[in-house]
């Protein structure tokens, strides 16, 4: 579950920045990198839907997670014993 939650995590930042760079403004990275601008529509409307799926995704994530401790919880079985503290 670790590996999907960096992917989607990572594909929003990047999505983010795609979509300001495409609809027009600029972004600077880190305070450091700015990055030029490209008004084009088309690709800003793919990325932003790209962007709203990742938002699902990520908090179909946080749904599994929380729901599986609740699981763990309620069966009183060593899952959340094992976890370190």
């Given at each position: 579950m670790a590996p999907a939650a960096y992917l989607t995590g990572s594909g929003r930042v990047y999505g983010g920045i795609a979509i300001r760079r495409l609809g027009g403004s600029g972004t600077n990275m880190w305070w450091a990198i700015d990055l030029p601008s490209?008004?084009?529509?088309?690709?800003?409307?793919?990325?932003?839907?790209?962007?709203?799926?990742?938002?699902?995704?990520?908090?179909?994530?946080?749904?599994?997670?929380?729901?599986?401790?609740?699981y763990h919880a309620s069966r009183r079985d060593s899952g959340i014993r094992r976890m370190p503290r």
């Open positions: 490209r008004g084009r529509d088309d690709l800003n409307g793919l990325f932003f839907d790209a962007y709203l799926v990742t938002a699902g995704m990520l908090l179909a994530l946080l749904a599994v997670h929380i729901g599986g401790a609740l």
